[in-house]
């Protein structure tokens, strides 16, 4: 039966199927992992980058490099065989072929695909090779046009052909029709490639499988209890295969948890939230429903650990929580944009105006530094990063028919702006604000260190609908003992005191784990601040993002909301529904977390988190100027905004504040290797990247926009430790060299 949950290929939104493409080259690592290789084999990993960079690059242009020959499609079998089902006697049948009769036969179909655009012709002709079945035949003809030609995967056939249910597949030419005339379809409507329509489909397929839909609770349970699985009964006899079919079924194996939908059933807790609707996300890692989730079992134990022993204190805090959200919303709605500071760059330094910002900041959780760089600096860095991108119009982006978020991370611009003076001092000042309830805690703030991320730029008239609400830092992991509960950063709240409840004490920050599961693009460093550098004019309405500054209120009623459920629905409780007197605390605790799913991030929306009246409390970002420096704090939920009225380009770069500790130098190893190799950031999963990107900087222009400074930030140059102003900073300091230049540095 196909998972209820999944998008149809008729119905999913071009941001879902964004959403779904970028999770594929992790999806694609974790599966090669567990695959792994033999000798001097290819991993899937390996094969993966042929298939889709080097065999696309080398044959799918107008203009080949060369021809197609045997050694070719022999590769294009072995990432075929590791990608799906592998069959023994496949390599066999295809080495046999002449070399000059693969490639005539190759050029021939070209040759008719060219003339008539008939995919399924094409294909036909390629059968004639030996061991080439009608399935391997597309995967030739869709590395010369990857636009338009889909690879007769399974995945694929099961998502477009059979609503995601997997039903038998013959392998035969009229499937193969039906398949290309679905892909056309779909690629039409939203703008997609036909390669991308094929790795989607992939990613969904292999998620259901992580999920498990198709099994019984109660098999689920004994799965899930270490019993034994139970072997399939026989299924019919087997009929005569054609060279593509599988040589019975694939054997069973452990379901891997993909990071895409973690291990759970989808179950809806009625009683605990009002009537819901669908909701679209645009981004890879948000959830695609406004519905409460049933996780696994074990978080309803996480759930009743933390609440034991002080049920009347959570519940009073409850109602002070709700009381004190009513009124900052109330004062937020009123003032918009005006609730969040501002202050100049050359201010930071006068205590009068920066005592001020301070005590704001502190309060909303974001904040405006102005004129970091020179206006003319950063418009000079727009232009220089659109040259980029024309140089390299093989950058990878989405959503695929209106790109905004680029998947940049070593572009000139960004070398620059992470690497200058000002952005440094900015970070210093921004970091300031943080304090440590343990002075010996290993976190320096003096010290900022480069996060790479990506680039965003809006276009005008570019309406898309808005994101839902999230917060950075993980989701799950604030509830779980493994990941915040190890620095008990929010044990005040959990206690019943979320009044004294400290979001900008670093050393409950330290020694957390935020990222649990590898969720894509899931941050795994300490950022005391996440961040914006804008390259342009960003008012309000033209593409830039909303805040609900309510820092340590909204913070306390996501973590306490999913220990409560309303008495009645609004659709009984009508405007009462909101009233503390409404809401009562659960017992028994359930698995709910609401808007938190492994490998996600946290989502905030009206339908999970009434209390925080989204539509009211979220307020957009002051207007931004070139060289502005918009910062807020992890915790704080926030959207971008789906509307851009402007009559130009928004741009601004992510820029996050990272403080120098023990978890970002070793972040700094892996994300100097990457930017040596002109790979994604680590946190952003694998593929090429910018490694083949024409003016991509090194070493030496690092070194020329920030001097030692920028090296150090970088990890490429060690940091001196009489900089250190206390004995933690320190032992912080030699730490990182040790870790990053243990050649030269002992951590002893």
Known sequence: MANHCMASADNISEQEFAGLLTKYDSCIEIISEEKGSRGNEKTLADLDRYRYEDATAAFGRAKPERPMELDDVKTLVSWKLRHGKFRPTLMKLVSSNDPVFVKETVQNALDTYKKTADAPAAVDILTKLKGIGPATASLLLAVHDPQHVIFFADEAYYWLCCGGKKDPIKYNAKEYKALNERTRAICKRLGAKAVDVERVAFVMLRQEDAT??????????????????????????????????????????????????????????????????????????????????????????????????????????????????????????????????????????????????????????????????????????????????????????????????????????????????????????????????????????????????????????????????????????????????????????????????????????????????????SCSVFRMFEGWLAMSSIAPREGGLLFCPTLQAATAYFLLRPFFSPKSPPETAGRGFLDAANWTLDSPQNSILHGALPSYVQELNDQLHPHLQLGRSLVRAPALRPGDYLVWHPDLAHAADGLHEGALDSAAMYVPACPLTQTSALYLCRQRKAFLLGRPGPDFGSGRGESDHAGRPGVQEVNEAGGEDGLRAMGLLPWDEDEAGSGAERAVLAMANGILFPDRYSMI
């Open 212 to 521: 498990g839909p198709q099994q019984t609770k109660g098999k689920r349970e004994k799965v899930e209890s270490g019993g034994a699985i139970e072997k399939p009964k026989a299924g019919p006899a087997k009929r005569k295969v054609n060279s593509d079919d599988a040589e019975g079924k694939a054997p069973l194996r452990r379901p891997i948890n993909m990071l895409i939908t973690p291990p759970l059933s989808p179950l809806v807790g009625a009683r605990d939230v009002p009537q819901v609707r669908d909701a679209k996300p645009c981004k890879m890692e948000f959830f695609s429903r406004h519905e409460a989730i049933s996780l696994q079992p074990r978080f309803a134990k996480i759930k009743r650990d933390l609440v034991s022993g002080h049920t009347s204190a959570i519940t009073a805090s409850w109602k002070r929580l709700l009381r004190e959200l009513r009124k900052e919303i109330d004062l937020i709605s009123s003032k918009g944009s005006e609730v969040i500071p501002t202050i100049d760059f050359a201010d930071i330094d006068k205590s009068a105006c920066a005592e001020d910002f301070s005590r704001r900041l502190r309060r909303r959780g974001v904040g405006v530094i102005r004129k970091v760089v020179p206006r003319e600096t950063a418009v000079a860095w727009k232009q220089e990063t659109l040259r980029y991108l024309s140089e390299n119009p093989h950058t990878k982006s989405s959503p695929p028919n209106a790109p905004e978020l680029y998947e940049l991370y070593w572009s000139p611009a960004q070398i620059k702006a992470r690497a200058h003076p000002n952005v440094f001092a900015a970070q210093r000042f921004a970091m300031s604000h943080w304090k440590s309830s343990d002075p010996s805690a290993a976190v320096a703030t003096p010290f900022p260190v480069a996060y790479a991320d990506r680039i965003r730029i809006r276009r005008p008239g570019n309406s898309a609908p808005p994101t839902s609400a999230h917060a950075g830092g993980g989701s799950v992991e604030r509830w779980e003992p493994d990941g915040y509960g190890r620095a008990g950063t929010y044990a005040k709240i959990f206690d019943g005191e979320w009044e004294e409840y400290d979001p900008w004490d670093g050393a409950a920050r330290v020694g957390v784990t935020s990222d649990l599961y590898n969720g894509a693009s």
